[in-house]
């Protein structure tokens, strides 16, 4: 949804701190050697060519032998700003390898987790398979090395982890750093972002702040199982904070009110609002499986969490219930604008657009989809969604679709489409437009309109 996390502080920083994107350092540059186990992932790739780029020598290591395949090949294996130019160069300067070995761990300097840690299917952290991968990691480690955990984790693991070791007579330093990036924009925001870092002891803490250090971060440094609870409060505030808006959303839709004119009124010069989140899909790899996490923590006991999933998750319910109510579905063809789990992404994992698209399917005569990153065999072009459907819902904010002029009706939760890159979406616009073209225009509730 568009003004996620405070995107716009980040931007003005980026401005002022550009990115050297395709600048490497020779080979003779001396730097640690560092391992990035599940390297090819979206948060390893980007962090092993962030390093490398920075003189380190980074070995990325990945059982996904296409991805591994792929990057040794200089190509992207998903979409990452500047990643395209940053990639082969890294490859050539000698800083960056890619392997499917976890042999590899015991040559290096540092060690880096970064894979993925789903919530099974009862919602609940699948730390078995975390365990496994950490149990082949281990394997291959020697005395005297670093091992940073990276990715998301359940409160407690990185004590737990150490605790091992020792039992184990492994001599290494253990750490938890979480990654904080925005997916896709890594590259810019690993520099930016301040690193939390939770050492399991002094040495740990300063070996592990001297790596984000070498990226030019700083570093705050917290007890280890505070910069776990760090990430997952992180993420589920978010979270409930998206949720609001969502219930608000619905709220103002029971009153025949704009949410997106109630939003823009109540923010604008008022910093107590700033925090005020516009409505959208809150989907995607991360929010609802870290709340997830949060509420197994706390013995299935997170109130505010568990009502932020039913809101979010019921969200693209909400919305074909609304449109229910003015038209009739069963006759008319809907198209969805964006599949991926947000704007200008080609990540489509736990979007909800796809939810959006199977109640549709049960609702209308027809649902055609379109992506501008996604391509799936049944995916039409931009144009011919627009062209055959007869209702149109905005199911990720891509750049594409911002300047849109619609003649049809519109389901836009994120009051996304009509406005121009120079407009500030901020002014709000109607989220719903009942048959009309533009924005700004106030909602109808017209009952009574029914496609035939
Ligand atoms: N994606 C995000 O925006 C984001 C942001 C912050 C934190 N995180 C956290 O980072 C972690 C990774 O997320 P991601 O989005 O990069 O996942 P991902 O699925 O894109 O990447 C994980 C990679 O690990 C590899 N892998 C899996 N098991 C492995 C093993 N045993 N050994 C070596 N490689 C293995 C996979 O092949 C994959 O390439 C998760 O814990 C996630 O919660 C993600």
Known sequence: MPGKCCRSELRSQKRTRKREVAEVPTSSTKGLSIGVVG?????????????????????????CADR???????????LERGAEELLPAVLASGHLSATTSLAAVSGL????????TPVDEFLDPGVRSFDRAIDGVLAHMVDGQLLILRSTLFPGTTDRLARLCIERALRIDVAYCPERIAQGYALEELVLLPQLVGGTSPSAARRACEVFGKLGATTLEVAPVEA?????????????????SNQFYQLAEKFGADFGRIHA???????????FSKAGFAGGPCLLKDTMQLAAFNHNSFVLGQAAMMVNEGFPSALVESAKAHYDLRYMTAAILGMAFKGNSDDR?????????KLLTVECRRVICTDVYISEPDFVPLDTAIREADIIFVGACHDQYRELVIQKPLIDPFAYVG??????????????????????????????????
Not at 266 to 274: L, S
Request: glycine share 12%; hydrophobic share 40%; proline share 3%.
């Open 39 to 63: 390297g090819c992932g979206h948060i390893g790739l980007p962090l092993g060519m962030a390093l490398a780029q920075k003189g380190m020598s980074v070995t990325l290591i990945d059982t």
């Open 68 to 78: 591994v395949a792929k990057v040794q090949a200089g190509n992207m294996p998903f």
């Open 109 to 116: 300097d540092v060690v880096v987790v970064t894979i993925g």
């Open 228 to 244: 776990e609870l760090g990430k997952l409060f992180a993420n589920a505030y978010r979270y409930i904070n998206f949720a609001i």
């Open 265 to 275: 009124a109540v923010t604008k010069d008022y910093p107590r609002m700033a925090a």
């Open 349 to 357: 994992r736990d979007s909800l657009a796809y939810k959006l698209r």
């Open 419 to 452: 406005t121009t890159q120079h407009e500030d979406i901020d002014n709000g616009s109607s989220r719903i437009h009942w048959g009309v073209s533009g924005r700004g225009v106030p909602v109808q509730r017209a009952r009574s309109r029914r496609a035939g």
